[in-house]
Each structure stands twice: as structure tokens, then as C-alpha cells.
């Protein structure tokens, strides 16, 4: 079941990405993220990879087909040129959601 696999991966406290291994721009968003320091299970990185039933959920839910898949809380904010966009509020968008020590 991708659905549940997804849904249930995404919490409004912390910060989900999904991946897939050897994507470059999945590991540069994974870089990224992890310079942050975050509460314990506040950052998961999820690898779908060869999990096309996921990435097809995931496309059905957020209209993205590409990985990395990036949720900050339960809002999916886009792909590794998103996140980037939002560098500079992420530090406070993480406060706010309790994700960060």
C-alpha cells in the first residue's frame, strides 16, 4: 500500500524526504538538511528506490514526478530546486514546526 507507506511517513513535527539511491539532487537535498541540527526522528529520509508504485503515489498527491520529494511537516514544498528557494526561512520554518533542537 504506497498510500499508507506515504501517509504515514509524513508527520506535521518533522521534515520527510524521499528519495531514491544514485540521484544526485536526492543527495543534495539530504546534505542540505542534515547541517541542521534536528530533534531525534524530526528528519527521515525515505529511499523508494525501485518503488515505482510510491513514486506514482507520490506523483497522484503532489503532481511531482521527479525525486527528491521534500515535506516540511505534512506540505509537500517541491524538489531539491524548492528547498533551495526557501534556504534562507528554513531555519525558522523548522522552529516552527518543533523540528529543530
Known amino acids: 500500500m504506497p498510500d499508507q507507506l506515504v501517509e504515514n511517513k509524513i508527520r506535521c513535527d518533522k521534515v520527510t524526504l524521499f528519495i531514491e539511491r544514485g540521484c544526485h539532487y536526492c543527495r543534495n537535498a539530504e546534505e542540505m538538511l542534515k547541517k541542521y541540527n534536528f530533534v531525534p526522528g524530526s528528519l527521515e529520509v525515505v529511499d523508494i528506490t525501485q ?18 520529494v521534500v515535506f516540511i511537516g505534512r506540505c509537500c514544498i517541491g524538489g531539491l530546486s524548492d528547498l533551495q528557494n526557501v534556504d534562507c526561512k528554513l531555519p525558522r520554518i523548522l522552529q516552527q514546526i518543533g523540528a529543530l533542537r
Open 51 to 68: 518503488r515505482k508504485d510510491v513514486q506514482d503515489y507520490l506523483q497522484q498527491r503532489t503532481g511531482q514526478r521527479t525525486l527528491p
